[in-house]
């Protein structure tokens, strides 16, 4: 555990910020052959858990609610640009 820390520390360090975030511990993980962590975003707004009444030991994050109408009735998204093929010399024999 102490050798992935100060991996992940490396990291922080290298990247010049004093926080140090999951993808830094992600990046110790791989640097060590180890599995990364799956579920944990490192971004900058918090998580804001929710605890179920009569349970103090479980938190779960809120949901938001969609109307399956809403998504039927929503416009479809643009079409992508056309596909376009560019020779690499590499894949030139």
């Known amino acids: ?3 992935i820390i100060q991996e992940s520390l490396k990291f922080m360090r290298h990247s010049k910020r ?7 511990v992600n990046c110790g993980l791989r640097l060590r ?5 799956y579920g944990f975003a490192s971004g900058t707004d918090p998580l804001h858990f ?3 009444e009569g349970h103090k030991d479980v938190f779960f994050l809120k949901d938001k609610d969609l109307e399956f109408d809403d998504i039927i009735n929503s416009p479809l998204p643009k079409c992508p640009v056309d ?8 894949a030139i024999e």
Request: proline share 12%; charged share 20%.
């Open 83 to 90: 596909v376009t093929v560019v020779p690499h010399w590499l």
């Open 18 to 24: 004093t926080t140090l975030t999951t993808e830094d």
């Open 33 to 37: 052959n180890v599995e990364p962590l």
């Open 50 to 52: 929710a605890q179920p």
């Open 1 to 3: 555990m102490r050798e």
